[in-house]
């Protein structure tokens, strides 16, 4: 396959001094920053910690942090279960958190919310419980060139398992899916449709609202994987008319092992529990069950309490800043970055959709880019380096791996400028400059 040339869109590209006139501000980046007390720390020999990994795990604020240690210190208790007043504080947080994420990303109901450890768990729930059941010798399943290995491994396994078949869509030189070959993958065998949101390599924000609607038209089911989005922007999935969606707490400021998937209330009806245990039964006999209601047909054992609770209270700090201001922010910030990495002599930047998110993958010459972000990590920045789970898509691009900066609300474009410096640096180091 040839490899992509991710050609230079002018749109994408702004003077580096224009680009921070441009940004206008409308969020109060350094009181935020103070919300975050890991941002405020020197690493190395006194190096201002810059931290641009947040499509790996964003950080947390202090409310986020403050929740969990008041979850330990003052009503520790099992949920759903315990008939005493601690039992009872926690389970009335933990389903409150419920609502709070349902609120979030605008679920009819709080039936369609289950907790899970996080989206790779959300997607491997649908994969099993409405998978087995749903999915036969010749069926298809479609997803595309950029998903991450969570959105396309499970898919593999079921496949494999049922004599189904695994499709891809393929990718533009933009970094935007191919419509038209979606169109036309999509036969009446195709039992659902598996696809990022926002791609975690190109930033790519893909058309899921129309690709719904086309995967609906043709009989099959969406399942939307929205690990990169909800993050980052406003969703409303009874609007996108997603089936299946799956997200992380750990990616928007809450803690890591837990996030959720969302489903439409007769899909979740109709499908088979994932794991049995305690909590997800209505009535045991010897040799069968009955099942709880939703969603906790979809909890088997003790959730992660602490965490879904703190999870809530990220979904609320999120709120109150704004996800529409957030989104403007880190748009302004994505261009500028793409700006600063493309006018030095030599760096890629990978994607280049109209719609994108900031998550900026790049390549500097020939230096791999477990060197560049390890030399970048000296100067103090935190960049990620490697196939980014996605090696389908590295393929693609014609790399093994890439070097990527993602920038979250609390970043600045100084601090991108400290990057663009430190790339600059690193071309000399390595004597590639
Ligand atoms: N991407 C990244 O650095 P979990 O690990 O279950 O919270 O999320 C998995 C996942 C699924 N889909 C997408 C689009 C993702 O980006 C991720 C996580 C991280 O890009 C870790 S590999």
Redesign the pocket.
């Known amino acids: 396959m040839r490899s992509l040339d991710f050609a230079r869109d002018d749109r994408c590209i702004m003077n580096a001094d224009a680009g921070k006139t441009k940004l206008v501000d409308s969020l109060d980046v350094e009181r935020l920053r103070r919300d975050f007390p890991i941002l405020d720390q020197t690493v190395y020999d006194g190096k201002a910690l810059v931290y641009l990994?947040n499509?790996?795990?964003s950080q947390k604020p202090e409310a986020v942090i403050d929740a969990l240690v008041e979850y330990y210190t003052r009503y520790n208790a099992n949920v759903h279960r315990a008939l005493h007043y601690l039992g009872e504080q926690a389970t009335a947080r933990f389903e409150e958190a419920r609502g709070k994420l349902a609120r979030f990303i605008r679920a009819p109901s709080e039936r369609n919310i289950a907790f899970t450890?996080?989206?790779?768990?959300?997607?491997n729930l649908v994969a099993y419980a409405w998978g087995r059941a749903n999915v036969g010798k010749g069926d298809v399943i479609l997803a595309t060139g950029m998903?991450?290995?969570?959105?396309l491994v499970p898919w593999q396994i079921l496949a494999r398992e049922k004599g189904a078949e695994l499709k891809l869509v393929p990718i533009q030189d933009d970094g935007t899916l191919d419509m038209e070959s979606f169109a036309s993958l999509l036969s009446s065998n195709v039992k659902l449709v598996a696809v990022?949101?926002?791609?975690?390599?190109l930033g790519t924000v893909n058309p899921v609202k129309e690709m719904a609607k086309a995967a609906h038209d043709a009989g099959a089911l969406i399942l939307v994987?929205?690990?990169?989005s909800v993050p980052h922007m406003a969703v409303d999935v009874a609007a996108l008319d997603a089936d299946f969606f799956?997200?992380?707490?750990?990616?928007m400021c809450g803690p890591?092992g837990a996030?959720v998937l969302y489903a439409r209330e007769e899909l979740l009806d109709a499908m088979n529990p994932f794991m049995g245990g305690g909590e997800m039964i209505s009535k045991v006999n010897d040799d069968y069950s009955t099942w709880a209601d939703l969603p906790y047909k979809f909890e088997a054992g003790t959730p992660n309490i602490a965490d879904v609770i703190a999870f809530g209270v990220a979904a609320d700090y999120l709120t109150d800043i704004g996800m529409d201001r957030i989104h403007e922010h880190e748009k302004a910030l994505t261009a500028y970055t793409m700006a600063r990495l493309e006018e030095i002599p030599d760096v890629r930047v990978f994607g280049h959709a109209p719609e994108r998110g900031g998550?900026v993958s790049f390549a500097v010459g020939e230096i791999h880019p477990h060197d560049l972000s390890q030399y970048v990590d000296q100067q103090g920045i935190a960049i990620?380096a490697g196939h980014?789970?996605?090696q389908p898509l590295m393929r693609r691009l014609g790399v093994t791996a890439v070097s990527?900066a993602?920038v979250y609300f609390y970043n600045t474009e100084d601090e991108i400028d400290r990057l663009a410096d430190a790339v600059r640096k690193a071309q000399q180091f390595f004597g590639h400059g």
């Open positions: 990994d499509a790996a795990t450890r996080g989206t790779t768990e959300s997607i998903e991450h290995h969570s959105n990022t949101h926002m791609s975690n390599v994987d929205a690990a990169q799956a997200f992380s707490s750990h990616k890591t996030g998550a990620r980014l789970c996605a990527r993602s």
